[in-house]
């Protein structure tokens, strides 16, 4: 065990302390320790399980080539697309809802793509995770 200063504004050691309390925690150590594993725990989460996700996204289909994009983009990572939908929202904007299958970072990865082609309005993932 290794001992270490930690400085902390006031009004974050007094959050700390209601953690303290709040779960009751023996001292700040045992709440600090949580806190780290629990930060470690999510951010392996997010990256390695296998979740099922839904990426919505809005666009304008008059845009030339986005609609070939977005099917091209979806094709290097056919793996992880088990369908998709398309609804013509009005006469200029098309909603695409692809569900997807994969771990977490897969996902992020290509709905970060998907998101950032040029022309789309509106695109959002939700992530669950698999049991
Ligand atoms: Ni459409």
Redesign the pocket.
């Given at each position: 065990m290794k001992r270490f200063g930690v400085s902390l504004e006031d009004n974050l050691l007094v959050k700390l302390d209601n953690l303290v309390s709040k779960r009751s925690f023996p001292n700040r150590s045992q709440a600090i320790r949580f806190l780290i594993r629990r930060h470690l725990t999510v951010e392996q989460w997010e990256k390695n399980r296998e979740v099922s996700g839904c990426l919505v996204l809005v666009y304008d289909?008059h845009r030339s080539g986005l609609q070939k994009r977005l099917t091209s983009i979806q094709h290097d990572y056919h793996h992880l697309v088990l369908c998709s939908q398309?609804?013509?929202l009005d006469h200029n904007n098309?909603m695409e809802t692809i569900t997807l299958k994969g771990t977490a970072i897969e996902l992020r990865e290509l709905a970060d793509r998907l998101i950032a082609v040029k022309g789309i309005i509106h695109g959002e993932l939700v992530m669950s995770v698999l049991q």
């Open positions: 289909h398309h609804v013509h098309c």
